[in-house]
Every structure is written in structure tokens, then in C-alpha cells.
């Protein structure tokens, strides 16, 4: 049984930085062709994707945030880990991870429950 | 990268069969065959309902279908069930991944 499971701050200041850690079971992150994404939903608002990592480090990040964002991969601990910097209210959001494994590479398979971040002073 | 196009509500009576289109362009949608659909009900996560453009997941209804025509992904309900009220989402693989606005089917 594939689990992901979301934790992290549930309030953060503008300015700082956001860090989010996804601890997954069920799988391995070295097992070629697998990945795991971040994907968040602002509150009332559509899903936007974040970033993912595959098994081999490579790294993907939206376009419009590359810039503050940040994934590493713990294989040995089961964990990923986002960074996002330079935190603004609109990115209060609840941020979810994702399970992309090769049978379809495609798409995120698996999700965590997601978990509530509010950016507020 | 924009995000892609669904309607923004749709509805039917249960037992009928509605489409929720997605539309993007030749660089997402129509460049690659990895169309993803995804059902939200309220404070739940995502689950996937269609990936691949057309493959269903073990577990889900084969009521559920997925297709692909040039730039535009459709997903099909039939049979429509109380429990298909839900917000639908599209995301497409274009070297990143882009999802739809998403779309409110209301089952009357």
C-alpha cells in the first residue's frame, strides 16, 4: 500500500521561508522511473503544480516559481523535501505530494491528505 | 506555460452522460499522450480518475472515460451517480505539468 503524508508549518511570516517535508511508504525513489511532486491548491482555487523529482535527481520546477523553489530527495529516508522561499499571503495554499510512478509517469498517481499553509504576519 | 481550459461548470441528471473538455495547445496536450484526470471532492484530496489520455485505474468505475483530439482532452461520465458531484481537474505532462481550472459537475 502506497501512503504519502504531508508535514510542515502551519503558519509562516511573509518573507521567510516555507519547508516541507513528504515521508512516503510503499515505494522507493530508487526505483527507476518513479517521482514524486508537490502540487498545491490555493483556498476556493484551481490544483497548480510545484515541482517533481525523479529517482535519478532530475528536477523539475514551474516555470512561474522556479525561482523560489527547491526539492531533494532523502531515498534512504523515505522523505522529499520543498523549499519555498520569500513566502507572500498568496501563497497560503494547501500544498499536497504526489506519487509518479513509471507505469504512468505521466500523471500522480497516489497523493497525500495535504497539508494547510497559511502565510500571514 | 498557461493553464489549461475546462469549463467552468457542468451538469447532469443521473443515469445521463456529460463531457468536461481541456483544452491547451500543440506544446502540452497535443505533444504528448500523458493527459491526466483527477476528482476533488470538497477538503479531500485529488484522486486519479484517468492517466495516459484513456487508461483507468484499478478501482475506477468504467463509467469513467478519456480521449484526446489534437489539442483538446475530453473526459466522459456516463451513467452519472450521485457521487460523481465533484470538482474535475486535467493536467497534461509538457516537460512540466500544467493542470486545467477545473470544473464543478453537479449531478441534479
Known amino acids: 500500500q502506497i501512503t504519502l503524508k504531508e508535514s510542515g508549518p502551519t503558519l509562516v511570516k511573509p518573507t521567510q521561508t516555507l519547508t516541507l517535508t513528504c515521508a512516503f511508504s510503499?515505494?522507493?525513489?530508487?526505483?527507476?522511473?518513479?517521482?514524486v511532486g508537490w502540487i498545491r491548491q490555493s483556498p476556493g482555487m484551481a490544483l497548480e503544480w510545484l515541482a517533481l523529482?525523479?529517482?535519478?535527481?532530475?528536477?523539475r520546477y514551474s516555470p512561474s516559481l522556479k525561482s523560489r523553489l527547491t526539492i531533494t530527495k532523502d531515498t534512504s529516508k523515505n522523505h522529499v523535501v520543498l523549499t519555498m522561499t520569500n513566502m507572500d499571503p498568496v501563497d497560503t495554499a494547501t500544498y499536497f505530494c504526489?506519487?509518479?510512478?513509471?507505469?504512468?509517469?505521466?500523471?500522480?498517481?497516489?497523493w497525500g491528505q495535504g497539508t494547510l499553509v497559511t502565510v500571514s504576519s | 506555460q498557461s493553464a489549461l481550459t475546462q469549463p467552468r461548470s457542468v451538469s447532469g441528471s443521473p443515469g445521463q452522460s456529460i463531457t468536461i473538455s481541456c483544452t491547451g495547445t500543440?506544446?502540452?496536450?497535443?505533444?504528448?499522450?500523458?493527459v491526466s484526470w483527477y476528482q476533488q471532492h470538497p477538503d479531500k484530496a485529488p484522486k486519479v480518475m484517468i492517466y495516459?489520455?484513456?487508461k483507468r485505474p484499478s478501482g475506477v468505475p468504467d463509467r469513467f472515460s478519456g480521449s484526446k483530439s489534437g489539442n483538446t482532452a475530453s473526459l466522459t461520465i456516463s451513467g452519472l451517480q450521485a457521487e460523481d458531484e465533484a470538482d474535475y481537474y486535467c493536467?497534461?505532462?509538457?516537460?512540466?505539468?500544467?493542470f486545467g481550472g477545473g470544473t464543478k459537475l453537479t449531478v441534479l
Open positions: 504526489a506519487h509518479s510512478p513509471l507505469y504512468a509517469s505521466g500523471s500522480f498517481y497516489n
Open positions: 510503499g515505494f522507493s525513489l530508487s526505483t527507476t522511473g518513479v517521482g
Open positions: 523529482i525523479y529517482w535519478d535527481d532530475d528536477k
Open positions: 500543440s506544446s502540452d496536450i497535443g505533444g504528448y499522450n500523458y
Open positions: 495516459d489520455v484513456s
Open positions: 493536467c497534461s505532462y509538457a516537460g512540466t505539468w500544467v
